[in-house]
């Protein structure tokens, strides 16, 4: 079962910043946060994924909080193509779930010109 | 590295028709799942491999559904008879993750296949 609460949509304007949030307050200490996103009749792509301290790849940002109960994604400079749904996950490690990704809602983004 | 690949990507059957899809996953990764997303919702998880075992197939409906990896490489999910509400985009994943994986690669993130869109009128 999910794990996350995440908005169900947000926009944002192209070339600024899109901050995604993400709660999950019931995370335990071994469990990550992992980011997924799906464009349109694709399958989900993988974005970036933390434990404890903020990450930071070629796609985006991911800034996990102290206390590890929410985390942000961001976009720095946000294209049409970022259009997409995005998934907040918490992985299960090599206990019960095995690494199991369990998929929300997830936030439609939309990205305008 | 070539991605997961799928087949067919779309597929129309009539209700109680039998359907089958395939999936190869990336080179050496020995885990594979397949996931079930109805318009509208997140991927919602079947069945998990570990090379040619089920490690978890809770969530498969085993009265019409079945799965096999036979060999640990490719999959087949099957529907017999297929329902309308099966109607979704059936999604394959793969991950480096298996028995003799030290901890660090249980980090390694599942890559997913476009997935087969299946209509059931």
């Known amino acids: 079962d999910a794990k996350t609460t995440q908005p169900p949509s947000m926009d944002c304007a192209e070339g600024r910043a899109a901050n995604l949030p993400c709660n999950h307050s019931?995370?335990?200490?071994?469990?990550?946060v992992y980011w997924y996103r799906q464009i349109h009749s694709q399958g989900p792509q993988y974005i970036i994924h933390?434990?404890?301290n903020n990450e930071t790849n070629e796609m985006a940002s991911l800034i996990i909080t102290e206390d590890r109960k929410s985390s942000t994604l961001i976009l720095p400079h946000a294209t049409l193509r970022d259009t997409a749904v995005y998934y907040c996950?918490?992985?299960?490690?090599?206990?019960?779930?095995?690494?199991?990704?369990?998929f929300g809602r997830g936030t439609q983004l939309t990205v305008w010109p | 590295e070539a991605g997961v690949a799928q087949s067919p990507r779309y597929k129309i059957i009539e209700k109680r028709q039998s359907v089958a899809f395939w999936c190869n996953p990336i080179?050496?990764?020995?885990?594979l799942y397949w996931y079930q997303q109805i318009l509208g919702q997140g991927p919602k998880l079947l069945i998990q491999?570990?090379?040619?075992?089920?490690?978890?197939d809770s969530q498969l409906p085993k009265d019409r559904f079945s799965a096999e990896r036979l060999k640990g490489v490719d999959s087949t999910l099957k529907i017999q008879p297929a329902k309308l509400e099966d109607s979704a985009v059936y999604l394959c994943?793969?991950?480096?993750?298996?028995?003799?994986?030290?901890?660090?690669?249980?980090?390694?993130?599942?890559?997913f296949g476009n997935g087969t869109r299946l209509t059931v009128t």
């Open positions: 994943a793969s991950s480096p993750l298996g028995p003799w994986t030290d901890s660090s690669s249980y980090n390694s993130p599942l890559h």
């Open positions: 019931t995370i335990s200490g071994n469990e990550y």
């Open positions: 933390g434990l404890k």
């Open positions: 996950i918490v992985r299960g490690d090599r206990g019960s779930t095995l690494g199991r990704l369990y």
């Open positions: 080179s050496g990764h020995a885990t």
């Open positions: 491999f570990q090379n040619n075992g089920v490690v978890d």
